[in-house]
């Protein structure tokens, strides 16, 4: 049908076609950006309630309140929260009222400790969970210990807060000042641990040591210039290839670990726990000692060493046999033997390689002299043990025998 000027009645209606076209081209064009957005592409049309965190921990290390939570993915109005999260911790010092458990109390006006933005949340993030540390002051400390109250709330803009998380309520104590002079130093028996009993806390004397915890760890050699020498300390944590663990609790110092092997580059560290009414509270890390174990220590001289004769039989000459009991240390090599022709002088030794018995047929012993003989034992690392007790023998002259 054609659309005639003339066709059109008069007034509003009556529009002119060419004034009428682009009024419904706009309109299409809203109804195609607001009325048919692509699947999948969510706007937010205004920011979202999270829900609230349900996890909330908090544990004492040292004087650090040790705080663990979840941050919510959705909101209230059951959204994904696609925005970053800001935080917002809180912290009271008040005892929950008697029939209230932690987890029920909620301050009445809950403190706010300070506020983590965005752009820092995932520096306090550890294997998916949010991790703060607390670290107490003198005076918000006290001897007999006090209640501390932690709750937290998020938010994606500040007029759209949280509820409040789940509380978490624990007494905090003064822990004990950390060790600061542990040492390491390789004996026969192993690695030892020696440190000084801590006496102080942050606000008075340190209460009862219940007992010490030694923590263990092993690096690479090359990560410490120190590692070979017989004690190294620090306080920056090393990177470690084998992570730290608890090895023992001794009550006491000094701490001899066993269970290490040579060569290897092993870090130690040591806490101790102090015994509160109710309570154990650990210290925070004493300085880093580290220490690679390497066998300097001889084996036990030889001993009941002696040189008998062996007369000649046909064609073989006579010769000295040696013999000698086996030492009593697990990692010998093997046995040098050292001849002298006077009692008081060290001797040459007579065996080019090691001996992997303990015997020895002296050869070349000259008829009609009189030689000292002495014996050492040889461990696997190279360290010889001093030299057993002497033993005198000879082979008679051709005329004698």
């Known amino acids: 049908m054609e659309i005639r000027k003339g066709d059109l009645a008069p007034g509003p209606a009556a529009q002119p076609y060419a004034l009428r076209l682009p009024i419904f081209y706009f309109l299409f064009s809203i109804f195609i950006l607001y009325g048919c957005a692509a699947p999948g592409e969510p706007i937010e049309r205004k920011p979202p309630t999270p829900t609230p965190v349900a996890d909330l921990t908090a544990s ?30 809180y912290r009271n010092f008040e005892p929950v009222p008697p029939g209230n458990s932690p987890a029920a109390f909620t301050p009445a006006n809950p403190t706010l400790l300070l506020t983590i933005p965005p752009a820092m949340v995932d520096r306090y993030t550890v294997q998916g969970r949010t991790r703060f540390v607390d670290t107490l002051r003198a005076e ?55 440190w000084t009993p801590p006496e102080k806390t942050l606000i008075g004397k340190a209460p009862d040591i219940a007992s010490y915890r030694v923590y263990r760890a092993e690096i690479e050699s090359a990560q410490n210039a120190s590692a070979t020498s017989p004690a190294a300390g620090g306080t920056e944590t090393p990177n470690t290839k084998v992570p730290f663990a608890r090895i023992a609790e001794p009550a006491s110092p000094p ?22 009414p109710g309570a154990q509270i650990e210290s925070l ?34 010769y000295l046999d040696l013999s000698w009991s086996i030492n009593a240390a697990t990692d010998i090599a093997g046995y040098n033997v050292y001849r002298s022709e006077e009692p008081a002088r ?43 007790p002497p033993a005198s023998g000879s082979v008679p002259a051709p005329d004698q025998q």
């Open 60 to 89: 004492q290390s040292g004087n650090d309140v040790i705080l663990t939570f979840t941050l919510p993915r959705d909101s209230v109005e059951k959204r994904e929260i696609l925005k970053p999260i800001s935080i917002d911790v």
């Open 140 to 194: 918000e400390l006290a001897p007999g210990g006090r209640e501390a109250v932690y709750l937290v709330r998020v938010f994606v803009s500040p007029k759209k807060l949280s509820a409040n998380s789940n509380v978490a309520a624990l007494t905090v104590y003064p822990a004990a000042n950390p060790i600061a002079d542990l040492k390491a130093e390789f004996q026969r028996a192993g690695v030892a641990l020696s």
């Open 255 to 276: 701490y001899i670990d066993t269970q290490t092997e040579l060569g290897k580059t092993y870090v130690y560290s040591v806490r101790s726990v102090e015994q509160y």
């Open 285 to 318: 890390d004493s300085n880093f000692a580290t220490i690679t174990p390497k066998d300097v220590f001889p084996p036990p001289a030889p001993q009941d060493l002696v040189a008998a004769f062996v007369p000649a039989a046909g064609a073989a000459p006579g």
């Open 346 to 388: 060290p001797g040459t030794r007579v065996n080019s390689d090691l001996l992997l018995t303990p015997a020895f047929r002296d050869m070349n012993a000259v008829p009609g002299r009189t030689y000292f003989y002495t014996v050492t034992a040889v461990d696997r690392s190279g360290n010889e043990s001093p030299a057993s």
